[in-house]
């Protein structure tokens, strides 16, 4: 059972992180949803759960995005291995603190993709100040809603 309640929440992740950024996109500003998933499957399952729905969600949006494959799946990996380690040392779990390490690991998600798509393409994938800045407290915002929708009990 806890392994088909892990599949449901891949593919609810997979779906939600499509929606958002297709239909509630507002001048390239939408919420990373997986990003914002992989923190609370560190906080939950630990390092290794993390780090392989982050891989998994990663490559399966670098196919469907068709732009820089692997570096989501690389960045998202990183980012469930450096949560999943952090959660030894803070309760990541409580809203306030997980808020705030969204928002570092938004800029650090951005800085990486933009750093990724410099070595392979010359170009650094900027999307502009006004979304670089309002991002982080746009997911942190998000995670916020996500942890009184979850409630106390855990996903999973």
């Not at 990663?58 to 068709?66: I, R, T």
């Not at 779990?93 to 933009?114: D, E, H, K, N, W």
Request: aromatic fraction near 18%.
């Amino acid at each position: 059972m806890r392994y088909f309640k892990r599949l449901g929440l891949f593919f609810v992740g997979i779906f939600a992180e499509w929606f958002f950024s297709r239909y509630l996109s507002f001048y390239g500003l939408a919420p990373q949803i997986l990003l914002i998933l992989t923190i609370n499957v560190a906080a939950l399952w630990g390092t290794s759960g993390a780090m392989i729905l982050g891989f998994s969600w990663g490559l399966c949006w670098d196919v469907l995005s068709l732009r820089l494959f692997g570096a989501r799946a690389l960045v998202l990996t990183l980012i469930g291995y450096a949560s999943g380690t952090l959660r030894r040392q803070i309760d990541i779990m409580s809203p306030g603190s997980q808020a705030l390490v969204i928002v570092f690991a938004t800029v650090f998600y951005r800085l990486c993709l933009g750093l990724l798509s410099f070595i392979f393409f010359g170009k650094f994938l900027w999307l502009g100040w006004v979304v670089f800045l309002i991002e982080p407290l746009y997911n942190s915002l998000i995670s916020l809603a996500l942890h009184l929708f979850r409630g106390p009990e855990k996903i999973g």
